[in-house]
């Protein structure tokens, strides 16, 4: 149980068009959601707070314009990357945070979508 | 502010050796501390937490509140242990973890 699935795996997009990554909690209703980039080698960095019906809170350095969050189930977060350009090329993972127990307080993680921007 | 510290980026122990894996941290109040594995090509996985002081895959760790670490300890390393090991501390209740920047462990045969 408390698996959580991220479509698509990787993509590669033009520089300029805007990429929609999904993330959902496949067999537990997941209140928050949390979204991380990871640059290659490095840790984790946390860009967001996704609550369902509200908006997301974004951690200090991250354009909300730019990575446009949506949480609109129970089940499923969004993140678009607007206008992408190289830099945003990264490792992109969401994590999902189970309250129920006996996993309280876990949050587990998505397998990662691969974002190359030409 | 909350703060976790790994300081090693990488460690190499022989098969059969012992593992430790510091993590050091920093917070105020009283915070609940992981270690998370990724393994390659694999999403992270929680390893294990202080609170279920058990111990999996032979690993453990304790929480000493007085040095404010959370070292990560085996006492025989094996090959498939070789992945990257995460050290995190989640403030409360609903909030994000916070993680070390990692220590690659290779366990060479």
């Known amino acids: 149980g408390a698996v959580v699935s991220q479509h698509p795996s990787w993509v590669i997009c033009k520089s300029g068009t805007s990429v929609k990554i999904e993330c959902r909690s496949l067999d537990f209703q997941a209140t928050t959601m949390f979204w991380y980039r990871q640059f290659p080698k490095q840790s984790l960095m946390l860009m967001a707070t996704?609550?369902?019906?509200?908006?997301?809170?974004?951690e200090q350095g991250v354009e909300k314009d730019k990575f446009l969050i949506n949480h609109a189930s129970l089940t499923l977060s969004t993140l678009t990357v607007t206008s992408a350009h190289p830099e945003d090329s990264s490792f992109y993972i969401c994590s999902a945070h189970n309250a129920g127990r006996p996993s309280y307080n876990e949050q587990f993680f998505g397998p990662g979508t691969r974002l190359t921007v030409l | 502010a909350q703060r976790v510290t790994q300081p090693e980026k990488l460690l190499s122990v022989f098969k059969g050796a012992p593992v430790e894996l510091k993590c050091n941290y920093s917070y105020s109040g009283s915070p609940e501390l992981f270690w998370y594995v990724q393994y390659s090509r694999q999403r992270l996985q929680l390893l294990l937490r202080?609170?279920s002081r058990e111990s999996i895959k032979g690993f453990t760790a304790d929480l000493n509140k007085g040095e404010t670490s959370f070292h990560l300890k085996k006492p025989f390393a094996q090959e498939e242990d070789s992945a990257m090991y995460y050290c995190?501390?989640?403030?409360?209740?609903?909030?994000?973890?916070?993680f070390g920047k990692g220590t690659r462990l290779s366990v060479i045969a």
């Open positions: 996704s609550n369902e019906g509200s908006k997301a809170t974004y």
């Open positions: 995190a501390l989640k403030p409360s209740g609903n909030t994000p973890l916070v």
């Open positions: 202080h609170i």
